[in-house]
């Protein structure tokens, strides 16, 4: 099983969410997800103050092999982006969780955040997608 | 050698063994191997194969004179549509091999053995073999090396071997071509021996190479891949392969071929050509291609070329003179530029 940092929130499609002291959140997708995917070559960065709702579209990767559309965890506004993404897709692939974050946002409803997968459910959840 | 696996035609196939990209470039820089055992191989026997053959396939055996020489060409129907692309090899005057693709397996060998009935052709599938493929600039001096230590010396029919031939020693039918745009054998061996040869070359430093990397090394190469840049419903002409149909002599009737020459002389057929993108994003399968505001066509085969590092991609279009069309990405425009193919061939860009 692909690394699943226990400090993090997940979603079903593969999204984590990370919260930092000021409340602002960090998304990016898991380990797991850019095994699937395989190599990035190419990062569809979200619209910088712009609204989205949890569960829309908002950016894409693409690796060699397919594209891949990342969700909005949660509804809110997004006041971050990785620019660094944009020449080197690649980073994805070797820090998931560190430098390949995708962008950041502000939550509208902190109980949406709450509501999202644990390490140990998103664990169960690729556990039972494998089958 | 921990492969990421896929169902592929109900065959269970590696996509790749890591990274897709570095084994791209494995093969573009020094070896790499591909398992290519789910391709059918089938063996034509009997005086009047050629004869046959010059009825069955679009392109002309005759051009096969001397033993060993191999041919592409595409089998067609009686519409012109495609069957199928294969490679055949004349070995004699009473056998000559062809490989197939996997995926048409059943279609192809049916349509073979209906039409070879009026030429007392034998026609045998070949289930007992396995493919190889050994391809990039030191891929030929390996696989020379296993040769001459299992035949206790060098061979010069291996070793001087002209690019698209093949020959045949006892345990080894050895053939100089390939799927990637490099040099290289395909190799077909008794299925027994596959894992041996496998593991020898392993030894050699020949790395293994997944479906993924195949499909860009092809795809830079320019080279068409069956059921996405053709299928039954286009024919050569709509997809970069008329320079595969022996047109001359033009009394020589094969199947599908009154459509094909109606379709030249009329000349209002799609064309297929090869696309970079020179704006962001990646081309893909399916992708509509615009020009003035018209819809002139779609991308068949679409990846990121990892030689080039920029987006490829092969498409048929309605036949235009202008160099510049557009790529409709998720409903946004972006430029993308008509190239000659190949893209890449030797491991060098071919782009102006």
Known sequence: MSDIPGDLKY??????????????????ITAHAQDLLGDMVFVELPELDTSYNAGDDCAVVESVKAASDIYSPVSGEVIE???????????????????????????????????????????EFCASEEH | ??????????????????????EHHQVRNDAGMFDVSHMTVVDLNGIKTR????????????????AGKALYTCML????????????????????????????????????????????????????????????????????????????????????MPAFNAYELSDYFIARTGYTGEDGYEVILDNALASDFWQKLHQLGVKPIGLGARDTLRLEAGMNLYGQDMTESTTPLESGLGWTIGWEPTDRNFIGRSVIDAQRQAKEHKIFVALVLEGKGILRHDQRIMRDNQDIGVITSGSYSPTLEQSIALARISPIVEQNVAVEIRGKLIPAK???????????????
């Open chain 1, 81 to 123: 982006i990785n620019e660094a993404l944009t020449d080197a897709p690649e980073i994805i692939n070797k820090a998931p969780y560190e430098d390949g974050w995708i962008f950041k946002m502000r939550a509208e409803d902190f109980d949406e955040v709450e509501n999202l997968l644990n390490a140990n459910e998103y664990e």
């Open chain 2, 77 to 160: 129907n009686e519409q012109g549509g495609i069957l199928d692309d294969l490679i055949v090899y004349f070995m004699r005057d009473d056998w000559f091999r062809m490989v197939v693709n996997a995926a048409t397996r059943e279609k192809d060998l049916a349509w073979i053995i209906q039409h070879a009935k009026n030429f007392s052709v034998e026609i045998n599938e070949r289930t007992d073999l396995a493919m190889i493929a050994v391809q990039g600039p030191n891929a030929r001096e390996k696989v020379q090396q296993i040769i001459a230590h299992a035949e206790q010396q060098s061979v010069p029919q291996i070793k001087d």
């Open chain 2, 338 to 352: 008509i190239v000659k193919s190949p893209f890449v061939r030797n491991g060098k860009s071919c782009l102006p």
């Open chain 2, 51 to 66: 004869e046959f053959l010059r009825y069955l396939l679009a392109n002309n055996v005759d051009r096969l004179k001397t």
């Open chain 1, 11 to 28: 979603t079903k499609t593969h999204e984590w969410l990370k919260i930092l002291d000021d409340k602002t959140l960090v998304v990016g």
């Open chain 2, 1 to 22: 050698m921990n492969a990421k696996m896929v169902d592929f035609g109900g065959w269970e196939m590696p996509i790749h063994y890591g990274s897709q990209i570095t």
